[in-house]
Structures are given as structure tokens and as C-alpha cells.
């Protein structure tokens, strides 16, 4: 494992450069022969259920949306018309998935985890670029310790506060960081009375969430540490939903061939924060046991920050996840 790198513009451009300049699968004969200018009113008008904006996710959530829309407008020809409705009730992530099974919802998107990945069906495409795993963190204004921590081991030394449902909890855990659980809200509260050191957020998602100051009073983002893992978020459907899996997925797919996905992403503000919030850090890798193998292939297939392997070939994006072991909790 490796404990300390610094990030810097170079990787940056190239990560950019390669979301821009990567090329997936060739879609099917059939499917590129379709006039994306004719809808058949023989088709299925689907009414699709999304949850509501989760706190301190606005931006990401409206991201999302445009990327599910735009996914589902351009399968129109072969799947039929769609129309999406938002859940009137703000929900947890790990409701929303729950949502799922009990068909309350047809499409939300999550951190992925194998246990979700059996539970649930993903689409195994990262729409973040794989930043919900590069995470800054949350101190109390005036706290420069996290400064002094050049290695895992010594981050170890301080304790995290991270979400009771959350996959990032038991990642956390099973690299011996220590960890206070709560809800999402108060992990603030805790961070700002000093009954945990750090409070680790997406670079995505943190300024957002320092801005919102009845969140996020008497606190400020770390400007020593990124914690780095593994950690792509996925579209997810019900787990008996796979004609929706693979519309999602077709649609997300010849998005990427047009380069309308990479346009999307880089026209995203919290995007190209979150980029800059990795410039100039120490990076501390560790390792998410909860990922599955198919999702890594994902991660080799979309982003460059990953190596390459014969295995990706076979990849497929909505195939059953196999079960994995997490040797600490």
C-alpha cells in the first residue's frame, strides 16, 4: 500500500484528459443503426421514481439527474418515453436502497459496496469519476494537528466520525481508523465539540457542505490530507429491475462514445473543486475490502488512475457482484 504521494496538476490533466479521451465497448449493430430522432408510439411511456435531494448533495444530486435524463432520452427510440418523479420525502442513502426492494423507488446512487451490489442491482459505471473515494476532511477552526500526519499510521492516531449505515464506516474500520458512528447531521455537532477529530467528506461534496453554516459552524476543511480509496458511486435499480439496469447502462454507455457523459462531468462545479481540492496534499491510500471484483474492473475500465488488466475485457456492467470478506469491522 502505498501511504503518501502528492497529487498535483499532471494528474489532474490526465485524468481529465483520459475521461475525455476514453473509448468503451462499441455498442451492438442493432443498437447503433437506431434514428434517435424517431420515437415509436408503439413503445411504453415508464414513469420512474428517484429519491429526494439528499442534505449538502444538491449539486451532485442535480448532476445525477441530468445523467439518468439524458441516459434515458437517448434509449427512447428503442425502450420508449420516460418520466421521472421525485419522492416527496428526504431520504438516508441506506433507506433509498431499501426503497428499492420494496419498490417505492426504481433509481437512486450510491457509494457501492458488495453487500449493496447483492442486495441491489448497480450500473456498473462510475458517474463521479471515482472522487467519492478522495476524501478531505472536516476539523474545528483553529486545529492544524492533521499537519503533522505523513502515514496511515499516524492518522490512526485521531478518530473519525462517519455514518451508521455507511460502506466509508466499516473502510474506515478495517484499516484500524478508528471510528465514532452517528447520523449524517450530527456528525457536525461532533466535530465542533471536539468528541472527534475529523469528519472525512467527498472533495465533491465538503465545500457545499462548509457553505451550509447551520451544517457546518465552527468548522473548516483540513488543508494538510486527502484519505484515498476506492470508491465509485453507481445508478442502482431493484434487484429483479434488469431490463431498467440495462437501458440505464446502454444509454450511459453511448453517452461515453459521444463524449456527452465527459461533457457533463467537466461542466459540473463540484467536479473541478474536487479536482482542485486534491492538488498539493499529502494523499493517504487505503484499502476498501468492501469492493467488489467486478466493480474494480469498472474503476480499470473508465478511470486511468487504475492499471489496466486482461480481466477488464470481460467486464459488464450489471453482472451479480460475488461475495467478498471484510477481515475487520
Do not use: C
Request: aromatic content about 8%.
Amino acid at each position: 500500500m502505498h501511504e503518501k504521494y502528492n497529487m498535483d496538476v499532471t494528474k489532474k490533466a490526465r485524468i481529465i484528459a483520459a475521461l475525455l479521451l476514453s473509448v468503451v465497448t462499441p455498442l451492438s449493430a442493432h443498437t447503433q443503426q437506431i434514428n434517435t430522432n424517431e420515437v415509436s408510439t408503439d413503445l411504453p411511456h415508464t414513469v420512474l421514481r428517484l429519491p429526494n435531494i439528499h442534505p449538502g448533495r444538491d449539486a451532485v444530486y442535480a448532476y445525477a439527474k441530468r445523467l439518468l435524463t439524458e441516459s434515458l432520452r437517448v434509449t427512447e427510440p428503442q425502450y420508449g418515453s420516460f418520466e421521472l418523479i421525485v419522492s416527496d420525502q428526504e431520504t438516508a442513502q441506506e433507506r433509498q436502497l431499501r426503497s428499492l426492494e420494496h419498490h417505492m423507488l426504481d433509481v437512486t446512487w450510491s457509494v457501492t459496496s458488495t453487500e449493496r451490489e447483492r442486495q441491489f442491482l448497480p450500473i456498473r459505471i462510475p458517474i463521479m469519476a471515482g472522487l467519492l473515494g478522495k476524501r478531505a476532511l472536516l476539523v474545528r477552526e483553529g486545529d492544524t494537528r492533521l499537519k503533522e500526519v505523513k502515514s496511515l499510521n499516524a492518522l490512526r492516531a485521531y478518530r473519525a466520525v462517519l455514518g451508521y449505515d455507511w460502506p466509508d464506516t466499516k473502510i474506515f474500520r478495517a484499516n484500524d481508523i478508528p471510528v465514532l458512528e452517528t447520523t449524517y447531521r450530527a456528525s457536525f455537532r461532533i466535530v465542533s465539540e471536539g468528541f472527534a477529530d475529523m469528519f472525512p467528506r467527498s472533495v465533491v461534496e465538503i465545500k457545499e457542505e462548509l457553505a451550509d453554516k447551520a451544517l457546518s459552524r465552527g468548522l473548516t476543511i483540513d488543508d494538510h490530507l486527502i484519505i484515498s480509496y476506492p470508491s465509485p458511486i453507481f445508478f442502482f435499480v431493484g434487484s429483479d429491475n434488469q431490463a431498467l439496469a440495462g437501458r440505464i447502462a446502454e444509454g450511459l454507455l453511448r453517452l461515453f462514445e459521444t463524449g456527452k457523459f465527459q461533457e457533463l462531468l467537466l461542466a459540473h462545479d463540484n467536479f473541478r473543486e474536487g479536482m482542485a481540492l486534491t492538488e498539493g496534499r499529502t494523499v493517504i491510500e487505503i484499502d476498501n475490502p468492501l469492493l467488489s471484483e467486478q466493480s474494480r474492473l469498472a474503476l480499470e475500465k473508465f478511470l486511468p488512475e487504475f492499471a489496466i488488466s486482461e480481466a477488464v475485457l470481460k467486464f459488464d456492467a450489471t453482472e451479480p457482484a460475488a461475495p467478498t470478506q471484510v477481515v475487520k469491522q
